[in-house]
């Protein structure tokens, strides 16, 4: 079975309602089976290494974008709350661009909704920076496809560029140093995986809910100037993802759930060896992966992957997923467990919707 194909466009269609300079979009987190950790471009969001990842059917985040011609700078809520500080100058620096492609002056409304965490290593900036990009896209009228809409994506959270697509979606980091320009060759694109022979899940295991202390941005820049296992981490993160790309071709969950157990622990162990340590795992988390290990050796093809927070997402066969749920809920008592499938990729709403 193909992969989904990308739904997310930023021209707004004929009969769907949109309205020039208003437009709301949905888009769901994802999470890296072969993860993104370290920029060579702070700038251009361009990192060190490929990605790959499964976008989620739970967790959607909606930002509606509205142009205000009588504004002098942009508004901007996430659940009501006006945004403050760096999240603020995050999303006005996104608009900046945006409207500099747009030629544009005009400033904004942004009222953006998550319904995963905000800043709990639950990828809310993955959804948070492709729904923006859908929206601003369009509400500034730049008709970009969806290549050109995950460019756009990345440069507000490079995760985010993959969540333009649904299903299973790999992020090319470009080719450093071929020339051309270094920002066309970094987006993301759909991967064709035999979804109904891989029967994929992900219990998705909160162990807490709250805010991380360190940004995964800060984090990974201090992971890459000064950890001894950085290097090395990327140069087997690239023979990780011919690994995973074969196994999911051929649709073999165990190896899939192999490598994607071993790339996000090798990620951690980069930033344990930081100066000063970044440690995101709590007592919490080992719980959840000794939980992991006991379904294991019960004979459950269960595995585990954890990005910039404390919280851990178990892959497993959907067939089994309740019964993997019931163990995990048990291991983190008090928090939440949820279960997730393939979601879809980004996408505008109707206008009337
Ligand atoms: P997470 O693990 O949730 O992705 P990050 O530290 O990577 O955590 O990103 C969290 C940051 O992403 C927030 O502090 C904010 O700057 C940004 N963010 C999250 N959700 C949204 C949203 N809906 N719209 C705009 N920015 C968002
Ligand atoms: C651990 O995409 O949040 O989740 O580009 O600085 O916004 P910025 O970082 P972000 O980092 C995600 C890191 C990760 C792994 C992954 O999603 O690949």
Redesign the pocket.
Not at 156 to 160: K, L, P
């Given at each position: 079975m193909a992969a989904e194909q990308p739904t997310a466009t930023t021209r707004p269609r004929p009969g769907t309602g949109s309205a020039a300079g208003d437009a709301t979009a949905v888009a769901h987190p994802?999470?890296?089976l072969v993860?993104?950790?370290g920029?060579r471009d702070e700038q251009l969001?361009l990192p060190w290494t490929d990605?790959l990842?499964m976008t989620l059917d739970v967790f959607p985040t909606t930002t509606r974008v509205r142009l205000d011609p009588g504004a002098g700078e942009d508004t901007v809520t996430l659940d009501g709350t006006p945004l403050e500080g760096e999240p603020r100058r995050r999303v006005t620096a996104f608009l900046d661009l945006v409207r500099e492609r747009a030629g544009s002056p005009l400033r904004a409304v942004v009222d953006t909704r998550n319904t995963v965490p905000t800043g709990a290593?639950l990828?809310s900036?993955?959804s948070g920076?492709a729904a923006l990009a859908t929206a601003a896209g369009a509400a500034y009228g730049l008709g970009l496809d969806a290549t050109g809409l995950s460019r756009l994506a990345?440069r507000?959270?490079?995760?985010?560029s993959?969540s333009v697509f649904g299903g299973f979606a790999i992020w090319h980091a470009g080719q450093p140093d071929r020339g051309g320009d270094p920002d066309l060759g970094s987006y993301a694109e759909p991967v064709p995986v035999p979804v109904a022979a891989l029967d994929p899940a992900l219990v998705v295991a909160v162990v807490d809910a709250g805010p991380k202390a360190v940004?995964?941005?800060e984090a990974?820049r201090r992971t890459v100037a000064t950890s001894p296992l950085y290097r090395p981490w990327a140069a087997s993160s690239q023979a990780d993802l011919t690994e995973m790309q074969e196994a999911l071709r051929r649709a073999d969950l165990d190896a899939v759930g192999e490598v994607a157990e071993r790339n996000a622990l090798g990620?951690h162990a980069t930033m344990l060896a930081a100066r000063p340590a970044v440690r995101y795992l709590s007592a919490a988390t080992v719980t959840v992966l000794d939980a992991v290990l006991e379904l294991r050796r019960a004979g459950v093809s269960a595995w585990a992957t954890m990005?910039?927070g404390p919280n851990v997402k178990v892959l497993c066969r959907r067939s089994e997923a309740d019964r993997v749920a019931g163990v995990v809920r048990e291991a983190v008592r008090g928090g939440s467990v949820h279960i997730a499938g393939p979601g879809p990729g980004a996408r505008l709403l109707d206008a009337a919707a």
């Open positions: 994802n999470i890296a993860k993104y950790w920029k969001v990605s990842s290593g990828a900036s993955a920076f990345r507000g959270s490079g995760s985010a993959r940004s995964s941005r990974m990620m990005d910039a």
